[in-house]
């Protein structure tokens, strides 16, 4: 039973088209969360929501943005996709303030190329 | 600054060895939460363990155990009687609680490979 969903697993997207990343959950939690995976690196989270809160990474390009319209899903949009923005991205929640029940549940990740 | 350390970037054993990852982290909060995940080649990362600052007791579930050692700042994870099932990348993580959210901090990942 897929817990965290993410759609398309593989896009492919043309250099400076706009693309947009799907994140879908069944647990109900409260905060979700976006990382960005480049080849052979650690996961860089890049922002997150906490129900309608917007939290984003300092360090996080302008070019990455991020949409939670209902509490299931969470889209990543990129608007102008650059050759270092092929990634794997990955997409996460976590339900409440509890701290025993912080723990993240990753989905699959999407892996996107840019031509 | 929260920062984690693998300092393996790639590990190569044969099956039934058993082999331990380094973790060592740096922080300034007095209660934080250390983790290990497991990234298959299909790239999903699996929850192996969370451990909270204040319980520094080792854990041993299976084959796997941890050794947290607050003293050194470590936090090392060790797969007994390895298997070619365990060939994965691993990440050690920090998490920075951020306003009922959980930061998390990877270390760059120890990439295991166990030979048949």
């Known amino acids: 039973d897929a817990m965290v969903i993410q759609n398309p697993r593989y896009q492919v997207t043309q250099f400076g088209k706009p693309v947009t990343l799907s994140c879908s959950q069944t647990l109900n939690h409260n905060v979700m969360y976006w990382y960005q995976q480049k080849s052979s690196q650690a996961p860089k989270l890049l922002f997150h929501?906490?129900?309608?809160?917007?939290?984003n990474e300092a360090d996080t390009p302008d070019n990455f943005q991020s949409r939670r319209p209902n509490t299931s899903f969470c889209f990543l949009d990129i608007r102008s996709p650059g050759l270092g923005d092929a990634a794997m991205y990955l997409c996460a929640t976590s339900k409440t303030r509890d701290p025993t029940s912080r723990d993240q549940y990753f989905g699959p990740g999407t892996r996107l190329l840019v031509l | 600054a929260q920062k984690v350390t693998q300092a393996q970037t790639e590990i190569s054993v044969v099956e039934k060895e058993d082999v331990t990852l380094d973790c060592v982290y740096e922080t300034r909060d007095t209660t934080y939460y250390l983790f290990w995940y497991k990234q298959p080649p299909s790239g999903e990362l699996v929850f192996l363990i969370r451990r909270n600052s204040f319980d520094e007791q080792n854990e041993i579930s299976g084959r796997y155990s941890w050794n947290f050692q607050k003293s050194t700042s470590s936090f090392n994870f060790t797969i007994t009687a390895s298997q070619v099932v365990d060939s994965a990348v691993y990440f050690c993580?920090?998490?920075?609680?951020?306003?009922?959210?959980?930061?998390?901090?990877f270390g760059q990942g120890t990439r295991l490979t166990i030979n048949p």
């Open positions: 993580a920090l998490s920075a609680p951020f306003q009922g959210a959980q930061k998390l901090v």
């Open positions: 929501y906490y129900d309608k809160d917007f939290n």
